[in-house]
């Protein structure tokens, strides 16, 4: 479940050398890996293997002679003189006893494989000249993709493309996985990712101490509420949502039925009276409490009961959401900041993020959409390709003293303290209205039911894009609640839970 940068995974190689494996030993394992997937791809048809010049193109040699003699049909391409090759990867060449043909797009052929060992995880700058066209010559060829670390001009850490890169069918990566797998547009370029054991153990992680992490649910486990069968709905915590005026209350009962479906023991929608008929009339399970302006919420919130609240669903853009804000953080309840909560705040952020540091909450979640990032964190917003969404986000929960969920279709949360997850579950059809609102619930819910922000952050993304699984093409937000059940059925059954 751990994620692993460039520089990670490059010390976690000198740790296993350290430990006694040596680094041609690692290389015949990656090969030898790769090997195994292109049979699964190829088939007993012809592989063309496409070598670089680094380790990535060792990784390439070893793969070519193991395949060679399985008894397959191999070619190798090689971007670079074979003599220019050095260290490990110029012993695993001297071990390939076939033709090395060379840098020549005409010799792509037709093969039933091409293996795309040309760039690692270490590529930091534009691809230019032959590899950019052998990454063309490999794109336009048909044959499926397989691909060695990562697809070859993709940027491990950022996912970033650098210029040109390789559409893989299949990714052989090797111990972890880097953050180009899971971010995008990284992730689209790799195609399905196995993660292979090169005989580097565990033990080095120890010392590494990864702080990014694949999110899924064997990473957050221990944290996932379970209710006690002797308990009651107090026990489950009692959320509360803003709503805003008449014309938006929409948002704010969509973000209700999704706290009390992730397991809230009690839900209120807090109310303006010119929405009370409407709120009223539209909710059930969920409860409805006048609320007019910050003086009432300040009132409402003495009741230490009410231990998490959402604002931002339809609360309107301005001072008076800006005062609901600051009433609830000095209120201190587990708060999730959303859409208009974010937005009042974007000519003001400082007075936002000082409010923040202040109460010493540390449940307190901020969840914008790119654009309400760009808004509130301005600074840390720019596209440059060398800056990831991961280390944007980070630099937010620093900057911010909150857990800062940047949603998308590659959702990454972030902690002060420099954890952070990446989410890979989350199916196109999520993009729709609503959506978010249910998510900022169903956060707010877990919240609500005692589970620290920054894992309630993680379930609730995870969550949230299994429903949308769930729903499937065409569902709209309303549908979220309503399929969380059977995802939490799935997760009961994975976790060995009785229900």
Wanted: hydrophobic share 45%; proline share 6%.
């Amino acid at each position: 479940m751990e994620i692993l940068t460039t520089g990670e995974m490059e010390q976690a190689d000198r740790l296993a050398i350290a430990a006694g494996a040596p680094g041609f030993a690692l290389m015949l394992h990656a090969g030898q890996a790769v090997a195994d997937a292109a049979t699964d791809l190829a088939g007993q048809g012809p592989i063309l293997v496409a070598a670089g010049c680094g380790n990535n193109g060792g990784d390439g040699f070893v793969a070519a002679t193991e395949l060679a003699a399985r008894g397959h049909d191999v070619s190798v391409i090689l971007l670079c003189g074979r003599d220019s090759l050095k260290g490990d990867a110029a012993l695993a060449a001297k071990g390939w006893k076939g033709r090395v043909l060379p840098c020549d797009l005409s010799a792509l052929g037709s093969p039933a494989l091409i293996i795309d060992a040309l760039f690692g995880a270490g590529l930091n700058r534009p691809v230019t000249g032959d590899p950019q066209a052998m990454i063309e010559a490999i794109n336009a060829n048909g044959a499926p993709v397989l691909s060695v670390d990562l697809p070859s001009g993709i940027n491990g850490t950022t996912g970033a493309i650098m210029g040109v890169a390789v559409r893989a069918t299949e990714t052989v990566t090797f111990f972890r996985k880097k953050p180009a797998h899971l971010l995008l547009p990284g992730r689209i370029h790799c195609g399905r990712v196995r993660v292979a054991d090169i005989g580097i153990s565990d033990v080095v992680l120890d010392k590494i101490r990864p702080a990014t992490f694949e999110n899924i649910p064997d990473y957050w486990q221990g944290a996932f509420p379970v209710p006690r069968i002797d308990g009651h709905k107090y026990a489950r915590g009692h959320a509360v949502i803003v709503s805003g005026d008449l014309t938006s209350t929409g948002a704010a009962r969509l973000s209700a039925r999704g706290a009390l479906r992730a397991g809230a023991g009690l839900v209120s929608v807090l109310s303006p009276d010119d929405a009370l008929g409407a709120n009223t009339a539209s909710l059930t399970a969920v409860m409805v409490r006048r609320m007019n302006g910050a003086a009432g919420f300040a009132e409402i919130l003495t009741d230490r009961r009410l231990n998490a609240c959402v604002i931002g669903p339809g609360a309107g853009v301005g001072e008076e959401t800006r005062a609901l804000v600051l009433t609830a953080l000095a209120a201190k309840p587990a708060l999730v900041l959303d859409a208009d909560a974010l937005t009042s705040f974007a000519d003001l952020p400082a007075r936002l993020f000082e409010a923040i540091k202040e109460t010493g909450n540390t449940d307190i979640i901020l969840t914008p959409h790119e654009g309400e990032f760009r808004r509130l964190f301005s600074e840390m917003s720019n596209k440059h390709p060398l800056r990831s969404k991961l280390e944007r986000v980070r630099a937010a929960a620093g900057r911010s003293g909150a857990i800062v969920l940047l949603k998308g279709p590659d959702t990454v949360v972030a902690s002060p303290d420099g954890r952070a997850t990446i989410a890979a579950n989350a199916p196109p059809w999520l993009a729709t209205a609503g959506s978010g609102d249910v998510l900022s619930g169903m956060i707010g819910g877990l919240l609500a039911q005692g589970v620290p922000a920054f894992d309630a952050a993680c379930i609730g993304v995870w969550m949230h894009g299994e429903a949308g699984h769930e729903a499937g093409p065409g569902l709209i937000a309303e549908d979220l609640p309503e399929v969380l059940p059977a995802v939490l059925r799935r997760l009961y059954d994975r976790f060995g839970i009785d229900y």
